[in-house]
């Protein structure tokens, strides 16, 4: 629940003009590292937010399911939740990639 508010209260910030600026790793990006160290942001076919917690992260969209692939470049071993925005498939395309994973959809 604590990544699902902060999460929340973070968005407003990443959809500002400028607000994602920060490289990472792997095509990741930051919005602002210095003061959201744990928030990653990944394109595909739309942006997926990624809001680690040590080795485990929450997702807010799962665009195309690329992400998937790609969180081990910043320490991400395993996703706990999947919070998607809206039913737009461009959002959740990648859906399938979830199943027996052990990851919670909301």
């Known amino acids: 629940m604590k990544h699902l508010v902060l999460a929340l209260l973070l968005l407003p910030g990443c959809a500002a003009p400028g607000g994602l600026q920060g ?46 692939d790609q969180l081990g470049q910043i320490g991400v071993k ?8 809206h039913h737009h498939r461009e959002q959740g395309q990648g859906a399938s990639k979830l199943e027996g994973k052990g990851v919670q959809v909301g």
């Open 78 to 85: 395993q996703v706990d939740w999947v919070l998607f925005t």
């Open 23 to 68: 490289a990472a790793p792997g095509g990741f990006r930051r919005p602002d590292p210095a003061k959201h160290p744990d928030l990653y942001v990944w394109t595909d076919t739309c942006n997926v937010y990624v809001l680690k917690d040590g080795d485990s992260a929450l997702l807010i969209d799962l665009g195309d399911g690329s992400v998937l």
